[in-house]
C-alpha cells in the first residue's frame, strides 16, 4: 500500500519532533517518578511501544480507509464513554476509566481521535461551499454528544480540547467572521452564567479563584498553582539540573508525572529546556498545518486541522496552567504525560496526519 | 481515475471559496502568538524573577531540627552520681511499614500490659497526623519489653524500639526537694528571663537546682539542616549542621553519705533538716519530708499522680526546708542572749529568779517548769530553757533590738541559697504590725517574741544559717548548693560581723552542755565530737501548753525543733532539723541530728581534707551523662 511517490512526501521532521517531545517526555517523567517508584516509567516505555505500532499501522492504511471507519468508531467511543459513566468505579471522584486488569483505558481519548474522523467526514460529505446553519448544529451535535458525556464523569479537561475541536472545524467550513464574532459574543456572555449558573462544581470554583489569587490559601486549593510557580521560577535558565530539582523530586509538585510534567521540566533543566519543548511543540504545530494545507482533499485537511486542534488546546492549555496563567483543568501534555490511553491516542493521530501528508499527491 | 481527478477539483474550487488557506494562516497566527507570550512567560518566571522562586524553592526544602543536648549530671560533692540521663524505650509502630498492623498489635498489646482495642483505638486517632511519623504505642517501657519487641521483630512488622533519653534520679525520694525536676518547658515559661533562648519542647529544670543551673545544664541546641519532602519527611543532610553542646556536670555541696542518713532518719516522719558548712556555706545535706520521686517528673506522669500530689494534705511538693515558716520557740533563746550581751543589758552572770512564771506589762506570762528554775545565769538559762529569763531580757531589749539582732543572725530575710522559692520568713517589727494589722505593738508582744513565739516564722534553713553564726563568732555564711568558688558571706553589706566573738562564747557553752551535760539534747551526743544544740517546740495548738504531748493527738503535738553546730571547739558544722508534731526537740528531732553528725564526721575523716578531687568518678559520671551507664 506504501508508494514511493508517498514515501518522498514522508515528513521526518514531523517524526523527530514527535520523537523529541516523547524523549523529553520520558526523561521527566524517570525523574518525577524516580523516588515514587510503582514501575510508572516502565509502563510508559511499554505504552510507548504499543503507541509506536499503532503508529505504524496507522501510517501504513490510507486516511480514507480509516475515515470509512468513523462512523462505528464514532458510536463505540460513545458508547464506552457511556458505559463508563454507568458503570466504572470513581477515581478520584470522576468516572472516566475503564479498569481491565493490569491497564486502565480511558475511552475519553480514543473519543477525540473518533470525533475528529467523523467530523472530518461530515465536511467531507456535505457538498457545496460555506456552512448552512443546519450543519453547523450537525457539526456542534457530533462535538457535543461526546463533551457532554465526558464532562458528565465529571472530566473538564478531557472535555476541554473538543471546544477548539468544534471551533476549528467551524472556523474552516467557512463560516461568516460577522456570524463567528456573534458566536464568540455570546460565549463570552455565557462564562458568567456557566460560573454562577451551577454549571462548574464548587472544587472547579474554586481552581478558578486560587487561580486568580493563588496565595489566598498557600497550604489548600492554591497549592498546586503556586508549586508550580515556584518550580517553574527556580529552574533559573539552565535548571537545577536532572534529577535535582527539589519541588518535583520531594513533591511538592503534586501530579508532577501527569498534568505537571512540564513543571519538572522548566524546573530540572530550565528556561532552555521549557524553551526547546515549546519550540518542539509549534514544529510539530508547523507540521500538521503543512499536512492540512497540503491535503489532496477536505478529508485530510480537516483531519489534520483537527488533530492540530485537539493537540495544540491541550498543549496551550497545560501549559498555560503549569505557567499559572489559567485555572487547574487537568489537561494533559501531550506526548509528555503519563499516561497509555493518550499516548496511544496522539500516536495515532500523528500518524493520521503524517498519512494525509503521505498521500497528498496519490490519485 | 476521473471521478478523482473530478473531486480534485472541486476542493480546489471549495478551497478558494472559502478562504481555507487564509483561515489556517489566522489559525496559526494566533497559535503563534499564543506560544510565543508562553515562551516571554517562561522567561520572566525563570529568568527574571528565578532568584526569587529559587528562594522559595529553598525554603519549602530546607528545615532546621533540633538536636537536644544531652543534660549534665548532676553530682554529689564527691562526684558521686545524683542525676543522670538514662536510656529509654519507646515502642513504636512504623505505619508506612505495616500493611496490616491488627496482627503485630494483638501480639505486642499483652506485653505491653494493654488491649488491642486501645491501640486500634490510637492507630485510628494517628491517622491525621503524616504517616511518616511513627506511632508510639508504649513510652519509657522496661527492658524486658523493649527486649521482647526486639526478639520477636520477625512476627512484629512495622514494630520496634525506639531510645531516647530521660532524667534518671538515683536517689529517689532523697533529695527532691533541692535537686527539683525537669519537664517540658512550659508556656509561661517562655516568657521568663530566667528561660531565656529556650523555645517550645525544650526539657528545662522546673524547681530545685534544675532550675537554678538549669542554663548549663542544659548546654547548648544543634541545629541539624535537612531536607524534607512536602510530607515533611525528612530525606536527607544540607550543609551547616551544628552540633549540640552538651549540658555541663553540676557538682553539688551535697554529701551523700549525710543526705541518704538524713532521709532514713527522718522515716515516716514529717518536717525538715538542713546541715550547713559553717566555713563555705556548703549545703551537705537538705531535706524536706514527705518527698516524691522526681523520676515521675521525667516520666509522662498521669493526672491522677500530680493531683495526688497536689491535693496531699502533707503538701509533699512543698520544700519544708526553705519554704516553711515556723514559730522556733526556744531554739531562739540563743539569738536573744547573743542581743542582750551585744546590747549590754546582760552578761554572762546577770541571773534571774524563776518563780514559774512572771508578770510582764500587767500580763502573767508561764515558764514551761511551772515550780520554776530559782536563780539562773545565762548559761543556765539557755541549759534549761528558762522562759522567764529570756522574758526578762526581752523587756529590757525592746522589740526593736530583738528584731534587729534576729536580722543579724539571717532571720526574716532570705538567706541567698542558690535555688528558687526561699521563703523570706517573719521578724516582727512595729511598723511591721502596723502595715499588716492597722494596730500599735503593745510591749506585751515583745515578751511572746523573746521566747520564739507570737508571730515570728522561721525556715529550717534560717535556723542552721543563724546557729552558724553563733558557732563562727557571727560570721553569718550564705549557704549554697553549688560546690566550688569563694564561700561568700549571708550578711548584708555594712551589717557583718557586729556580734563580738567573746560574747557568743556562753552562748556557745551553754548549747554545749544542752547536750553535754544535764539538759534536752543528749540523744545528739557523739563522744568525742562535742556537740552543741539547743531543742525548741512550736506551738501547734494555742492550748497545748502545759499539757503532755503524749496526751494530745498527733496532729495537735508540738513542732519539734533541735538546732546546733558541731564541734564546740573548732566548728564546722551547723544543723537545723523540725519534725512537724514530733512533741519535743530532744526526743525526736535530736536523734536524726545525731545519725547525720555520725556520717558527717565518718566522711571528714575518709577525706581529711575535704575536697574530693576529679579523677575516675567524674569519667563515670560523663559516661553516664552520655547515658551508657
Redesign the interface.
Given at each position: 500500500m506504501l508508494q514511493r511517490r508517498a514515501l518522498g512526501t514522508f515528513d521526518w521532521v514531523l517524526v523527530a519532533a514527535m520523537a523529541v517531545a516523547t524523549g523529553l517526555g520520558l526523561l521527566m517523567l524517570y525523574s518525577a517518578t524516580r523516588l515514587s517508584g510503582g514501575g510508572l516509567f516502565q509502563r510508559q516505555v511499554m505504552w510507548l511501544a504499543v503507541a509506536a505500532v499503532v503508529f505504524v499501522i496507522t501510517v501504513a492504511v490510507d486516511y480514507r480507509f480509516w475515515a470509512g471507519l468513523a462512523v462505528p468508531a464514532y458510536a463505540l467511543c460513545c458508547g464506552l464513554l457511556l458505559l463508563v459513566l454507568i458503570s466504572a468505579r470513581a477515581i478520584s471522584g470522576s468516572r472516566s476509566w475503564f479498569e481491565l486488569g493490569f491497564f486502565n483505558l480511558q475511552p475519553a481519548e480514543a473519543a477525540k481521535l473518533a470525533t475528529i474522523l467523523m467530523l472530518a467526514r461530515y465536511v467531507e460529505e456535505k457538498k457545496g461551499f460555506g456552512l448552512s446553519s443546519r450543519s453547523l448544529m450537525m457539526l456542534v451535535g457530533i462535538v457535543g454528544l461526546p463533551v457532554f458525556l465526558i464532562a458528565a464523569q465529571p472530566d473538564l479537561g478531557s472535555s476541554l480540547p473538543f471546544l477548539p475541536l468544534l471551533f476549528v472545524v467551524v472556523v474552516l467550513s467557512g463560516i461568516r467572521w460577522k456570524l463567528l464574532m456573534i458566536l464568540g459574543l455570546v460565549a463570552a456572555l455565557m462564562i458568567p452564567m456557566v460560573y454562577f449558573g451551577g454549571v462548574l462544581k464548587p472544587y472547579q470554583k474554586e481552581r478558578v479563584l486560587t487561580f486568580l489569587d493563588p496565595l489566598s490559601d498557600p497550604q489548600g486549593a492554591g497549592w498546586q498553582v503556586l508549586q508550580s510557580r515556584i518550580a517553574v521560577g527556580s529552574g533559573g535558565l539552565w535548571g537545577r539540573g536532572l534529577l535535582q530539582g527539589s519541588q518535583g523530586q520531594l513533591e511538592f509538585l503534586p501530579e508532577s508525572h501527569t498534568d505537571f510534567i512540564m513543571s519538572v521540566m522548566a524546573e530540572e533543566i530550565g528556561f532552555a529546556g521549557a524553551a526547546c519543548a515549546l519550540i518542539v511543540y509549534f514544529v510539530l504545530f508547523s507540521r500538521i498545518v503543512a499536512a492540512a494545507r497540503s491535503a489532496r482533499d477536505r478529508l485530510g485537511a480537516y483531519i489534520a486541522m483537527g488533530v492540530a486542534a485537539v493537540l495544540c488546546s491541550q498543549a496551550i492549555l497545560n501549559i498555560g496552567v503549569i505557567l499559572g496563567l489559567m485555572p487547574t483543568t487537568g489537561v494533559p501534555l501531550p506526548l509528555m504525560s503519563y499516561g497509555g490511553s493518550s499516548l496511544v491516542t496522539t500516536y495515532a493521530a500523528l500518524g493520521l496526519v503524517l498519512n494525509v501528508r503521505m498521500r497528498c499527491l496519490v490519485n | 481515475?476521473t471521478p478523482?481527478?473530478k473531486?480534485?477539483v472541486e476542493?480546489k474550487?471549495?478551497?478558494e471559496?472559502?478562504?481555507?488557506?487564509a483561515?489556517?494562516t489566522?489559525?496559526?497566527v494566533f497559535?503563534?502568538a499564543?506560544?510565543f507570550s508562553?515562551?516571554l512567560?517562561?522567561?520572566y518566571?525563570?529568568?527574571v524573577?528565578?532568584?526569587?522562586?529559587?528562594e522559595?524553592?529553598?525554603a519549602?526544602?530546607g528545615r532546621q531540627l533540633v538536636l537536644a543536648p544531652p543534660r549534665g549530671a548532676i553530682l554529689d560533692r564527691y562526684s558521686r552520681l545524683i542525676a543522670r540521663n538514662r536510656p529509654a524505650f519507646d515502642v513504636v509502630l512504623d505505619r508506612e511499614h505495616a500493611a496490616r498492623p491488627e496482627e503485630a498489635l494483638r501480639l505486642v498489646a499483652p506485653a505491653l500490659g494493654t488491649s488491642v482495642d486501645d491501640l486500634m483505638l490510637a492507630l485510628r486517632k494517628a491517622s491525621v497526623r503524616p504517616r511518616h511519623e511513627p506511632l508510639v504505642l508504649a513510652s519509657d517501657v522496661s527492658l524486658a519489653v523493649a527486649a521482647f519487641v526486639e526478639a520477636r521483630s520477625a512476627d512484629l512488622p512495622g514494630i520496634s524500639i525506639s531510645m531516647g533519653m530521660k532524667r534518671s534520679y538515683q536517689e529517689g525520694k532523697s533529695g527532691s526537694h533541692y535537686l527539683g525536676y525537669v519537664g517540658e518547658i512550659g508556656k509561661g515559661m517562655l516568657d521568663n528571663p530566667e528561660f531565656e533562648g529556650s523555645v517550645q519542647g525544650d526539657i528545662v529544670g522546673k524547681t530545685g537546682v534544675e532550675r537554678a543551673y538549669n542554663r548549663e545544664l542544659h548546654g547548648v541546641r544543634g541545629q541539624r539542616r535537612v531536607?524534607?519532602?512536602?510530607?515533611g519527611r525528612v530525606?536527607g543532610d544540607l550543609a551547616g549542621s551544628i552540633p549540640p553542646v552538651p549540658g555541663i556536670d553540676i557538682r553539688l555541696t551535697i554529701n551523700l553519705d549525710m543526705q541518704r542518713e538524713l532521709d532514713a532518719a527522718f522515716g515516716d516522719m514529717v518536717g525538715a533538716g538542713v546541715f550547713l558548712d559553717t566555713r563555705s556555706g556548703d549545703v551537705l545535706a537538705i531535706t524536706s519530708r514527705p518527698g516524691y520521686d522526681p523520676n515521675y517528673f521525667a516520666r509522662r506522669f498521669t493526672r491522677q499522680f500530680w493531683k495526688g500530689l497536689v491535693e496531699d494534705p502533707l503538701k509533699p511538693l512543698q520544700n519544708r526546708a526553705i519554704q516553711s515558716g515556723y514559730s522556733p520557740g526556744s531554739t531562739f533563746k540563743p539569738v536573744m542572749a547573743a542581743a542582750a550581751l551585744e546590747e549590754g543589758v546582760a552578761v554572762p552572770s546577770t541571773t534571774i529568779f524563776c518563780g514559774g512564771s512572771g508578770v510582764f506589762y500587767g500580763r502573767r506570762f508561764l515558764c514551761h517548769e511551772k515550780s520554776g528554775h530559782g536563780y539562773v545565769n545565762m548559761k543556765q538559762a539557755i541549759q534549761v530553757s528558762c522562759n522567764v529569763y529570756f522574758y526578762t531580757l526581752g523587756s529590757r531589749l525592746g522589740i526593736d533590738s530583738v528584731a534587729k539582732y534576729a536580722k543579724l543572725f539571717g532571720l526574716g530575710r532570705r538567706t541567698g541559697l542558690d535555688i528558687a522559692n526561699e521563703a523570706e520568713g517573719l521578724v516582727p517589727t512595729p511598723e511591721w504590725k502596723m502595715k499588716t494589722h492597722k494596730d500599735r505593738w503593745y510591749p506585751s508582744e515583745t515578751t511572746s517574741v523573746s521566747i520564739g513565739q507570737g508571730p515570728l516564722l522561721v525556715t529550717p534553713l534560717q535556723m542552721a544559717v543563724a546557729q552558724g553564726a553563733i558557732a563562727m563568732d557571727g560570721r553569718r555564711i550564705r549557704p549554697r548548693l553549688r560546690a566550688g568558688g569563694q564561700p561568700a558571706s549571708g550578711a548584708a553589706e555594712g551589717d557583718a560581723d557586729v556580734i563580738g566573738s567573746r560574747s557568743l562564747e556562753v552562748v556557745r557553752q551553754a548549747e554545749w552542755a544542752v547536750v553535754n551535760e544535764w539538759g534536752t539534747g543528749t540523744r545528739a551526743k557523739i563522744e568525742g565530737r562535742d556537740v552543741c544544740g539547743k531543742t525548741g517546740t512550736a506551738q501547734v495548738f494555742a492550748g497545748s501548753a502545759g499539757v503532755k504531748d503524749e496526751d494530745l493527738p498527733p496532729e495537735m503535738r508540738d513542732h519539734a525543733w533541735f538546732v546546733g553546730f558541731a564541734p564546740l571547739g573548732n566548728p564546722r558544722i551547723s544543723f537545723a532539723v523540725i519534725v512537724e508534731h514530733g512533741g519535743h526537740g530532744g526526743t525526736t528531732a535530736a536523734p536524726i541530728v545525731q545519725r547525720v553528725l555520725q556520717k558527717f564526721f565518718e566522711s571528714e575523716e575518709k577525706a581529711p581534707h575535704a575536697e574530693p578531687s576529679a579523677g575516675s568518678q567524674v569519667a563515670d559520671a560523663a559516661a553516664a551523662r552520655a547515658g551508657n551507664l
Open positions: - | 481515475m478523482d481527478f473531486h480534485r476542493y474550487e471549495y478551497v471559496a472559502t478562504q481555507f488557506s483561515r489556517i489566522v489559525l496559526s497559535v503563534g499564543v506560544f508562553y515562551l512567560a517562561f522567561y518566571l525563570q529568568v524573577e528565578g532568584v526569587r522562586y529559587t522559595m524553592a529553598e519549602n526544602r531536607v524534607v519532602n512536602s510530607g530525606m
